[in-house]
């Protein structure tokens, strides 16, 4: 029996650099929403725990390190939904030519700025106030 290829086959795609680099960045940024995913189990789990329990995870989460956390969380969820709504437009097959493929991967980069800048200010702006 001959060697069967892989499927798909490597040769059969013809990818830009952007569309490579966005690609490998919408997979990094989705790991590390994954892994953003524990703080947010942790912190239900302490809501869940009682008022002593909350109290520490507070005192916890609210580290400076742990801003620097949030903030690449931001970046990572930003850049994730709009290079997501990209491919939901590539699955209906627009903007797969090479000169479509690398004006939306630029329209993501600036999105994606402007959406974190927007969501950031946002959280960072009222983090010392109370409703």
């Not at 013809?14 to 966005?22: C, D, I, K, V």
């Not at 008022?51 to 969820?77: G, N």
């Not at 990209?86 to 600036?110: F, K, M, N, P, Y």
Request: glycine share 8%; proline share 5%; with cysteine.
């Amino acid at each position: 029996m001959p060697p069967r290829p892989l499927s798909p086959h490597l040769t059969v795609y013809r990818m830009t650099r952007y569309t490579l680099a966005t690609s490998i960045f919408n997979r990094l940024t989705g790991v590390g929403l994954s892994l953003g995913l524990v703080l947010l189990v942790y912190w239900l789990t302490a809501v869940a725990g009682g008022p002593l329990t909350l109290a520490r995870a507070e005192r916890l989460l609210a580290q400076p390190l742990m801003k620097l956390l949030y903030a690449a969380l931001i970046v990572s969820f930003c850049y994730h939904l709009v290079a997501g709504i990209r491919h939901l437009v590539w699955d209906t097959g627009r903007g797969l030519e090479r000169a479509q493929s690398e004006r939306s991967a630029w329209l993501v980069v600036i999105v994606s700025i402007v959406l974190m800048l927007a969501v950031g200010w946002c959280v960072f702006a009222s983090a010392g106030r109370t409703p």
